[in-house]
């Protein structure tokens, strides 16, 4: 077998074609499913027809220089890389970290064997290939995959985690580049094209490399006894369990092997039928748990969990939950349930009670749901908690318990929970999936809670077989939405939300966004626009929802803008506009609300979203105390109808995919230091910021930032806004707000500038009339 070469850039050939054969012994037998190829940095997938495009495949891999190169252990049913994208596997693998040829323990050829090029040394990829390939047809299928990788990898002593159906392994002929100054080949050191194995070739295996472990002179005898005793409670085929014992005793010398193996069949028998065997202890004297749990799973799969209290048994059967009392005729059953539970994950929660993440089993469906610690103190809170009416609960508030005390016995991962949509950390937590600088995370420690108000189920980062030309079209038309003074502070506030946290830390607040102005200034479809840009696609919320609804949505999302319309106070209730204001100067600062429970316990709301609001009449109008708290924006339909360009750009926007642009921008933002972009942004503000009140200066920091970051990005993909344009357009954005917001440099004061437009807005809208309420002439209006 030709090896890869030490320089990437030589025998580009060899290793095109160590890796064709590769993938042409793993997947030549495989029809209508597909290849994925993962990159990292990225990560970047690709999908190959099989057994079509291997050779695509190839190539394309070992093309992919300086990169670390995957493909999908096993082939996917679709252009996904997810488990339930994988319904049959091809081979058994293992991942070994243990050293020098671990595959030497198994008495089975190894199909495959690849090193890793780890820059440890002596890391291996062991396969086996399997003959019938294994369909994933059922949930216990895939389970029992998953039990036969998780055994094979104990026997192997290989590394746990690569025991996933969707598991991606390194790709022979490609290069290990973890250090990048000394890329180490991966390549194939055996390939035994023929070596085809049973599942039941595996598990016999397997369970002769454990035992050999401890086959030492003196407790021969009494160690083979203990696997027959094994098997028969098992209830092991005797025909399995004999070929079984004969290969165990044929690697013995020093005794009659015929003879012993007599004696062990008779001890089986005799153990099968509940009769005592002198001699017999079990195999729990000799290996150790892990092992006993590997033989456990491949020779007795567990049925469902079960635990029994006072005499009665909770377990699952034929599909639903009973109890189980044993009577002298028998056991007498109890249907507890119409459906079995399925726990798959323990989560916890800051200042709450521990949770369970299950999906819940009926009829062929399946119902993910979360149960908080409260929903198993009664039937009725149980009750109350299952997400379908299909799913019905016959038990008492005993049986609830004991339903706990059943779900809670299964060993599960433990995860931490969050309620808050966005940047957490070095992560960025969406509904279903959790997001690195790396890309999407397979098995993150956190996991989201959703919330009752659903706005998690409006953010979707999608992805683009384009990302560099989507986001190489989508930046240069976001600069001519409109004039420069007008465009560059609301982008710059935009661009600034991926880091709202990191923002509140160092300067303790986060500024509002108000754009604001009569009607067909474009203020809620540039909100619309930007809002799927960065990932949500919505209705704008409206300025009277409910207080809880605000709470919810103002404390539900640590960076992903929130953003609330039609702010209309002449058609707002007192009470609602005075809650409305309150919820936006409380949002500055990021403070917290209280609210009672029933049981008299508190939960706190952190209202930290970054916060964009839209109408006729600015908030300052009617709270003066939120001029030092906004970012203000007038728009006006005269300057927007000024320029054809503006409304060309906006309707070339309209037609582009805007929700895969979320997905480049919030990875390069968790990787980008925002220290770095502060610094840069100071060095950017004018002069005349010098005599307004801090927190002003600090929004105008905060809206360059934003105009920093955006810039980084662009250039990130190649495309430069010049120094000079640049510095020039945060000058006039940043007087412009200072004279939105002051009147700095203008002819009057603020208070006569919102009266006069407020009155302008409400002779628009009908509200004062012509005659009436004033009267115009030629040169004058009176009121």
Known sequence: ??????????????????????????????????????????????????????????????????????????????????????????????????GALPWTSLALTPSVVVDTGNIAGNHYHVHYLLNPPFELKTQADRDKAVTYLRALCVALKGDPKSCDIARILRVPGTFNVKDPGHPRPCQIIELNRDAYYSLDDIRAAITLSLLMRYWARGQRQDLALSLAGYLAKCAAPESEVSDLLARLLSITTDEEPRTRLGALQTSYKRLREGKRVKGYQGLAQYLNEDELQALDSLWQPQKGLRVTIDGVTYLEHNGRLVAQVMRENGPAVKTLASFTIEPKMRITLEGESEMLATVLKADGAEYPNLFRREVWNSKKQFLAALPSVDLQYYGSDKDTQAILAMVTS????????????????????????????????????????????????????????????????????????????IIFPVLGWFFATPFVPEIRQRLRHFPILVLWGTHGGGKSSLLSLLWRLFGVESELFSSTETPFTFLRLLSGTSSIPIIIDEFKPFNMKEDETRLLIRFLK??????????????????????????????????????SGLVERVIQ??????????????????EALQKLDLQAFAFPYVRWCLGTNVDDLISEARTLLPASLRDIPYRAR????????GLVALRHFARNYGMEIADEAFREGVIQSVNGLICELFERGAHEEIGLTIFLETLATLAQTGRIRHGIHYTTDDINTRL
């Open 1 to 98: 077998m030709a090896h890869p070469n030490s320089d990437q850039n030589n025998n580009s050939n060899e290793n095109k074609s160590q890796a064709e054969d590769f993938f042409r012994a793993i997947f030549g037998r495989c029809n209508g499913s597909f290849l994925e190829i993962r990159s990292f940095p990225g990560p970047r997938q690709y999908f190959f027809a099989v057994p079509s495009e291997l050779d695509k495949a190839a190539a394309l891999a070992t093309g992919l220089k300086n990169n670390q190169v995957y493909y999908s252990a096993a082939p996917r049913t679709r252009r996904e890389g997810t488990t339930d994208a994988v319904d049959t596997i091809v081979d058994l693998w293992v991942d070994g970290d243990e």
């Open 410 to 485: 299964a060993e599960l991962p433990v995860r931490k929970g969050s309620t808050v949509l966005g940047r957490n950390g070095h992560l960025w937590v969406l509904r279903d999936a959790v997001l690195s600088k790396d890309g999407w995370m397979e098995n993150p420690d956190l996991v989201y809670i959703p919330s009752e108000i659903e706005f998690d189920q409006r953010v979707r980062y999608a992805s683009a077989e384009n990302e560099a030309g989507l986001i190489k079209q989508v930046i240069p038309l976001l600069l001519v939405l409109n004039e420069g003074r």
């Open 586 to 623: 409380r949002l500055y600062d990021g403070e917290i609300e209280h609210r009672g429970r029933p049981d008299l316990s508190l939960v706190a709301y952190h209202l930290q979203a970054p916060t964009a609001i839209a109408g006729e009449v600015t908030p300052i109008a009617l709270e």
């Open 633 to 650: 924006v007038n728009l006006n339909p005269d300057t927007l109808t000024s320029d054809p360009s503006y409304a060309a750009a906006f």
């Open 698 to 705: 600090d929004n105008a920091l905060v809206m360059v930032t």
